[in-house]
């Protein structure tokens, strides 16, 4: 069972840029596909980014492609979220989550673990 821990969000204008962190404990990172996701107020929880187990390909949403990059630090056991030229749009609690692949890497309810989220607010 692994543990995830994000951290990393703040406030920032809009342009700026933040990195997020996801912390993993209990197993090791590159036993799992590793999401971000974010939820909005008064919206429903979307997947953001992923990297697969093994190979480390990765995937995004049309929405920050060219903006985010995924990354793992396996010697840290983290994953991590650049987020550039942020937009007010970018605003919401994102979330790491944690399943065996990363296979339609996207839908919420197939992720076994989750973090407790850290919050990210985009000023215009």
């Known amino acids: 069972r692994v543990q995830l821990v994000e951290s990393g969000g703040g406030s920032v204008q809009a342009g700026g840029s933040l990195r997020l962190s996801c912390a993993a404990s209990?197993?090791?990172?590159?036993?799992?596909?590793l999401g971000w996701f974010r939820q909005a107020p008064g919206e429903q929880r979307e997947g953001v980014a992923a990297?697969?187990?093994?190979?480390?390909?990765?995937y995004y949403a049309a929405s920050v492609k060219g903006r985010f990059t995924i990354s793992q630090d396996s010697a840290k056991n983290t994953v991590y979220l650049q987020m550039n030229s942020l937009k007010p749009e970018d605003t919401g609690v994102y979330y790491c989550?944690?399943?065996?692949?990363?296979?339609?890497?996207?839908?919420?309810?197939?992720?076994?673990?989750w973090g407790q989220g850290t919050q990210v607010a985009v000023s215009s």
């Open positions: 989550a944690a399943k065996a692949s990363c296979v339609s890497w996207f839908i919420t309810g197939i992720y076994d673990y």
């Open positions: 209990g197993d090791s990172v590159n036993n799992y596909c």
């Open positions: 990297v697969s187990p093994g190979n480390f390909n990765t």
